[in-house]
């Protein structure tokens, strides 16, 4: 069968012949249907992750950890059966406290693997096994191709549950009850930074979402169907707006800092994107503003099962809110033997490429 | 234009025609699509209800809070534009401190009004003005007439709130990181109850829903399709199963009772239903019971605006998860002019009962 | 060395001579100072108490669960040092995730041990070893005796942690910032009822405490100096008054349901006490008042460490802001050889009784 | 009568004959016993404050706002009686949301004011009256001077507060049931350092805390009272020890980078300090560290009715845990005649002055 490998420590990638892998029991034996490519994977093809690791005893990792698979074969008396769809999930706990409560997205000590990155053998293969443990179903068949989006939305719904926590040391609603009278504004209009604009327009806030290029005023447009705002920001002389939430999404701590400036009273940053240049001055004053307005700033990485399933309740009602968006967020598909290319480099216009294994 | 309207303190409904209302400044003009039918309403036809109230200054109410409603003319420059669809909230809040912050479902001093039932006009009329406060916008217009169940959902909405509120003075979750290993037994399967079945499903818990009549094993048949459980029980020598999370719907005390019996260590009951009969001695050995194994049990009533935009999320999301599950809930469909009988009688077989005003 | 120790499954204890545990490495050497008496040991030595079990491969149980001891042997590197002073745990985990992680007081399926109740020797005797897990630091050595009662008193920090989860459901606090408009009604005045009084007046809240005697006003007059009240309640007949918290410690279920009835909305029952008989019935209206008014019922059992910990701070303030009052409660000290009497019998007027075992 | 007071706008303060204050029905009458000096007292008194403000109608502005003062007349019926030991708050609500609900603290909009600060006089002359919302009865009377102390450690229960909820976005506590695994360290050993670190000792943390000068062991010597370790760090040379916890009292950029780049996963930093200069870069690796490890970043600004109250039970309580320790924080008693140099300039080795009005 086929699988995409990296040979850690060396740029590249390789469409491999491999053997197929044989289910034991208590296992799943899962058909991959489609794998999404992230920046991560890139940063694997291109050899620029010092976190990158192969399975032990081996050189060679398979990458992909964005999928969406159809269950072969399966023990009976199980929820799973033949043909139920499924999200697998990135990372697999090790030993701390969070880890043994299924909590892995909060290791306490680096001790986990994630497939496709570090320890474990990713999903871009024809065919792979694995326990039920780590297999997310999805309940609405509907969503097809979309589900793999759960994956990347996973991380945007942990988010949104540390700033739903946090905001509540102060009255987190307005006088209506609801959100509605809360501005985020998001840096980044990547498929994160649409998810989390997605989420955050779907409770009622008031949503703006910002980059640097908008080709064709399509960012603008798929914006405006999800009831956001989008605008250019070509450099920092444009000053962000107030907001209540800002959400960091590119790993600059230029814009990391604008954002935080910009923060109301209580307000909340959110850091998700992660990048290894640049630097920005924290000054006195910076920190004299978070602390007189009681500022949070939270970095928060990965998700537990229960943002899997709720990402997947997310797609199918987002589906439906903003019509076409979701759709339109995939802007190619390709088959894994187009896909080594697009997996080196970023094609200009991309939000989310997807490999068809089908 | 019509309206259906009660006097308070008779038993009886009328169909009457009234004057159209005025919008004024700030104020929204709503056309009404649908109004659904619940037991309240019921109640009010019926004069069961010792807190029914009209209007300051009329001795006659119009009843209905079940609503979905199209803005007919609207300010500019609010977010709410004619065309856009809207459900009304049902409280409207007072003056103590839970109201002051749009909490009015938890008002700690009664001083509120709710909408067709107590001091302030329902929406079973064609047209109504309101203030765009207590209107929440449909984004998925897709959803048509089953978004008239957002009002009972957002009152399952904020039991879920507290629940999971609650959930967290142990560990929520089980190894997994998800609730899948959590079992929740749901009394009664009337709106209400699949509503909670739909959400509980939708987060993954082993749901299991019971009543007293199954005609044609419809509810079963719903309830698989929604991946949860039914179970006849007539009586209560059918002893409950176990489970994690009970809600009772009903308003029974016996079956409250027996729920509460069932649950496990750190075992939530919720309860919704109220219904003015029966008794169920509570015994020194159910208090050890409740001690010992960290049982909590909530009354929760209402729900605020957050509630209902989330209901509205879930209704888009469950159409396509659980297809056709709350379109079948929509037993029937009827015209004002023929609703008075309905109104005062549940028809057998019924889940919802909607009023189409078109 | 002495013991006092219960032959399971028949009533009486006794004081016998036992070999001295030897330390091993790892575990602390403690010497016993002080043990408190509570209804918990009189019902184990009443053979009253079906859960009573020894430790694996004996037939008898050394009681006694409420302990201030002195580390004799320590071995060297650790934060406890000879002399420190010590309150040892009472639950012990078994292998659910509660227990993993350090909460057997929220243990799911009952597999832990009590020390001096199910599956473990209790602290009634002169010499004892312990896992340094289960030793909670006294910092306040001026405390002295006092100490013995933060093992009850770790029970009402639970309960109150629980309380104040809970709370958040609604605008926990005032207009003042703090809980200084809120009333709390205590049903029972022994030790538990009492450090509930304190706990609560210590945040400001507005404490009533009844109880069916108060023999020469001793209650009354000790409620009054840590800023409470006191009321005799002979029956039921004499109604409750109106709260925002009950707190019911003796078991009662028709004291339990007298006091949730007189709840305020928002309004939260915390269940501590246990005692096998009574009865009182549940009604539809019941039901109807606890979900209308949004009102929660806590039972709630044992505490974690912290609970243990945040006891002993609780103490060292109440000690001065309450002058007087801890010590009133200790209401008789006995020397071992004495203690088998006021083991089997509560002596009238007591509120709690000490065995000095130096 | 003596008061303390500044023209805003020019540097100095004076003490001046003023006319005694007026009770006016409802309000309490209140002669001032200590009033403590902090670095804000001397921020205005040296004209280094831009939100100073004078009361509306004056130029000069009474400062102190660390009070304890005895109630001297009293309408009847309140709590409050003559003799009552208070502590009067600093901060007063405007409009907002937050502050309707007591909780200026977290004002959204800055329309409050403060005691001795912005737009209100302060507590540094001999009689003041107030409104009983806004005083907070001492229950402990043997605390005596060191309730001054209620007011900063006011700031240090709220910011526990914030980091408690925070926590519990992963497991908060350790194996044991407690939070005995975790360090935490403080940067600053000023009167602020010193209450945090009681505050964390107190509940069973590992508690490290640093200066840059420490006279003659005296801080050394107090920490180590309070359970705690202190080590100089001289310049930045020196490496801080990895935490779960990092509060940065000094207001410096650079301290604060420091201590975020050393905490563990999960961990937290609480910014509470603030002074103007100092700069320091966020790089995109800390970028990256902080969202890799799930690390929270809070700033926190005073404290509501409920932390005073609180903070009140801990000095009580700290008064004999850490014998000693609270009393040799104040390391000067001066009086009003005596204080003008003192607000003026911070002399070597204060840890806090007290001016006795008496």
Chains 1, 2, 3, 4 share one sequence.
Request: glycine share 10%.
């Amino acid at each position: 069968m086929r699988a995409i490998s990296i040979t850690v420590g060396r740029p590249g990638a390789a469409l491999r012949d491999v053997p197929e892998p044989q289910r034991r029991r208590g296992e799943v034996l899962l058909r991959t249907l489609y794998t999404g490519i992230c920046g991560t994977d890139r940063g694997l093809v291109n050899n620029q992750l010092p976190f990158a690791r192969p399975p032990p005893g081996s050189g060679d990792l398979i990458i992909g950890h964005e999928a969406l698979a159809r269950v072969e074969d399966v023990d009976p008396g199980t929820r799973l059966r033949k043909g139920s769809l499924v999200v697998p999930m990135v990372r697999r706990p090790g030993k701390c406290l969070n880890c043994l409560v299924g909590r892995q997205d909060n290791c306490s000590d680096g001790d986990f693997v994630e497939a496709g990155i570090r320890g474990l053998d990713g999903f871009m293969r024809d065919y792979f096994t694995d326990d039920p443990t780590y297999l997310v179903r999805v309940d609405d068949e509907s969503l097809g191709m979309l589900a793999v989006l759960a994956e990347p939305l996973k991380n945007v719904v942990k988010a949104y549950d540390v700033y739903d926590l946090v905001s509540r040391r102060s009255i987190p609603n307005c006088r209506d009850g609801s959100r509605s009278c809360l501005t985020v504004t998001i840096a980044g209009a990547g498929p994160i930074g649409m998810l989390f604009a997605m989420l955050f327009s779907s409770i009622g806030m008031d949503v703006k979402m910002f980059s640097r290029h908008d080709p064709e005023g399509r960012l603008a447009e798929l914006a405006s169907r999800m009831g956001a705002e989008y605008f250019l920001r070509e450099d920092r002389s444009k000053q962000l707006p107030q907001s209540d939430v800002f959400v960091e999404t590119t790993g600059s701590p230029e814009v990391a800092m604008d954002g935080i400036r910009a923060l109301r009273p209580n307000g909340v940053a959110i850091l998700f994107g992660t990048a290894p240049g640049g630097s920005e001055p924290l000054t006195g004053q910076d920190v004299i503003d978070i602390v007189e307005r009681n500022i949070t700033i939270i970095g928060t990485v990965d998700g537990a099962k229960e943002h899997y399933i709720r990402a997947l309740n997310y797609l199918s009602s987002w589906k439906d809110s903003y019509p076409g968006v979701l759709k339109s967020m995939i802007t190619s598909v390709v088959k894994p033997e187009e896909s080594l290319d697009v997996l080196a480099r970023r094609p200009a216009g991309e939000i989310k490429t997807v490999i068809d294994w089908q």
